[in-house]
């Protein structure tokens, strides 16, 4: 998206905008990634109890863990999703919004959905008891 924009008669200068959505991104969703792009890891267990992650306790509710480069999100009373919290646009971590049913980097604000199959790289979880458990395959 290159858009000219004129200033005064004599100068004209170029600006570049960010323009990418996921529905126009080109960066491969998670069945497609290659497992070398991914860091393997051995699963993590989170203890939904403890107050750091009570966010999490109602549907919609969801956490930016920098701790562990991970975004969760409450879908729905057994079901808890994990991304991995880089985004796919320049690779910032640090500042994502929730809307209630997408996350936007508020770097360049480009939006991604909790679906698996979008651009962000999900994980498999497992929910039970107030336990999360997370799988880096």
């Known amino acids: 998206c290159l858009l000219s924009r004129g200033l005064g008669d004599v100068y004209k200068r170029q600006v570049l905008e960010a323009c990418s959505t996921e529905e126009i991104s080109d960066t491969p969703s998670r069945s497609s990634v290659n497992s070398s792009e991914v860091e393997k890891r051995e699963p993590l267990t989170i203890n939904l109890s403890n107050s750091n992650f009570s966010d999490l306790t109602k549907i919609g509710g969801w956490k930016n863990y920098t701790q562990e480069d991970l975004l969760l ?46 651009s962000l790289i999900c994980y498999p979880t497992t929910f039970e008891d107030d336990i999360l458990t997370i799988s880096f395959e």
Do not use: L
Request: hydrophobic share 20%; net charge negative; glycine share 6%.
């Open 73 to 118: 999100v409450r879908i729905s009373e057994n079901e808890i999703r994990a991304f991995d919290n880089r985004c796919p646009h320049q690779g910032n971590r640090d500042r994502w919004e929730f809307d209630g049913s997408s996350f936007t980097c508020q770097y360049h604000f480009n939006s991604y959905s909790t679906s698996c199959s979008g």
